[in-house]
Nanobody
Framework: QVQVDESGGGLAQAGGSLRLSCTASGTTFVIVTMGWFRQTPGKEREFVAA????????YYEDSVKGRFTISRDKVKNTVYLQMNSLNVEDTAVYYC????????????????WGLGTQVTVAS
């Protein structure tokens, strides 16, 4: 079993930055892909970014390209989401997920989820 824990959410001003962390524990050898998703009330959970567990490839949703960076610390089993140039539309609960396949866009492809961390961007 894999456990996933997020941290680092909070309040930021528009144009500011936040860094989210996601640490995986347990049987991490089954992980192929780590992803970040976000969700606002009344909407479906949407893909933000993903990274291969080996760190070789990264993927981004179009609206965050150039602003967000996903990275991985292999020693700490931790994935980061550096969020710069934040805007009000980035306000959401952000979830980290671990998946056992190469697929990365759809939330249904991830088996293990954290509880989420709130990110609020004030104008």
């Amino acid at each position: 079993q894999v456990q996933v824990d997020e941290s680092g959410g909070g309040l930021a001003q528009a144009g500011g930055s936040l860094r989210l962390s996601c640490t995986a524990s347990g049987t991490t050898f089954v992980i192929v892909t780590m992803g970040w998703f976000r969700q606002t009330p009344g909407k479906e959970r949407e893909f933000v970014a993903a990274i291969r567990w080996n760190g070789e490839s990264t993927y981004y949703e179009d609206s965050v390209k150039g602003r967000f960076t996903i990275s991985r610390d292999k020693v700490k089993n931790t994935v980061y989401l550096q969020m710069n140039s934040l805007n009000v539309e980035d306000t959401a609960v952000y979830y980290c997920a671990a998946g056992r396949s190469d697929n990365y866009i759809f939330s249904s492809w991830y088996e293990y989820w954290g509880l989420g961390t709130q990110v609020t961007v004030a104008s």
